[in-house]
């Protein structure tokens, strides 16, 4: 398993995450066999010679406080066993971090190739939902290690302001909760 060293910024810097360097954008053809329906998620990455992938989708609409993570991951959870009675592998967990928690499950899928371990994860990124996705093959142990670890790496970068000169004798701040120059 490859030690990954920077993370990797998504959705304009506000999601950073380890990615290994095997990971790359699934192929479009392959993302619509795996994905068939109009709302694939918003990034699939996939490692083609491990079998491994791991999906990141923002959720802007959907709001979640960090505080609400534990009841989210809960009731999605329910909803996919609802479904899939006998494909829980993993009951609900919270993992915490600075910026809050971020909640995950484990399932079993079936593909032709043979039996899938899913992980499905939800994290609050600027009060809006991110869900995600990952998977290998069931028996994959370092798989299961390495997408753990990804998962583990999810982190929110702090904003930091940014400074535009809008005239030679203003200095104005742009960033978030700052409308207004100094």
Same mark, same amino acid.
Not at 40 to 53: S, T, W, Y
Not at 108 to 118: C, P, T
Not at 141 to 146: D, P, T, V
């Given at each position: 398993?490859?030690?990954?060293?920077?993370?990797?910024?998504?959705?304009?810097?506000?999601?950073?995450?380890?990615?290994? +360097?095997?990971?790359?954008?699934?192929?479009?053809?392959?993302?619509?066999?795996?994905?068939? /329906?109009?709302?694939?998620?918003?990034?699939?990455?996939?490692?083609?010679?491990?079998?491994?992938?791991?999906?990141?989708?923002?959720?802007?609409? +959907?709001?979640?406080?960090?505080?609400?993570?534990?009841?989210?991951?809960?009731?999605?959870?329910?909803?996919?066993?609802?479904? /899939?009675?006998?494909?829980?592998?993993?009951?609900?967990?919270?993992?915490?971090?600075?910026?809050?928690?971020?909640?995950?499950?484990?399932?079993?899928?079936?593909?032709?190739?043979?039996?899938?371990?899913?992980?499905?994860?939800?994290?609050?990124?600027?009060?809006?939902?991110?869900?995600?996705?990952?998977?290998?093959?069931?028996?994959?142990?370092?798989?299961?290690?390495?997408?753990?670890?990804?998962?583990?790496?999810?982190?929110?970068?702090?904003?930091?302001?940014?400074?535009?000169?809008?005239? +030679?004798?203003?200095?104005?701040?742009?960033?978030?909760?700052?409308?207004?120059?100094?």
């Amino acid at each position: 398993m490859e030690y990954v060293k920077d993370k990797t910024l998504f959705f304009d810097g506000r999601l950073a995450v380890q990615i290994p +360097q095997s990971f790359q954008d699934m192929e479009t053809n392959r993302a619509e066999l795996m994905y068939p /329906y109009e709302q694939r998620p918003q990034i699939i990455l996939e490692d083609g010679e491990a079998h491994r992938f791991c999906t990141f989708s923002l959720l802007k609409e +959907q709001k979640l406080a960090a505080n609400q993570v534990g009841y989210v991951i809960k009731n999605i959870t329910a909803a996919v066993v609802g479904l /899939y009675p006998s494909c829980l592998l993993t009951d609900p967990r919270l993992v915490w971090r600075k910026e809050g928690a971020y909640g995950w499950f484990s399932f079993r899928s079936i593909i032709k190739e043979g039996e899938l371990k899913n992980f499905m994860y939800v994290f609050s990124v600027d009060e809006c939902m991110m869900l995600g996705t990952m998977g290998c093959f069931i028996e994959d142990e370092e798989g299961k290690k390495q997408l753990l670890q990804i998962m583990d790496s999810l982190e929110v970068p702090e904003r930091k302001p940014s400074f535009a000169r809008s005239s +030679q004798s203003s200095l104005q701040t742009v960033g978030k909760n700052n409308g207004g120059g100094i």
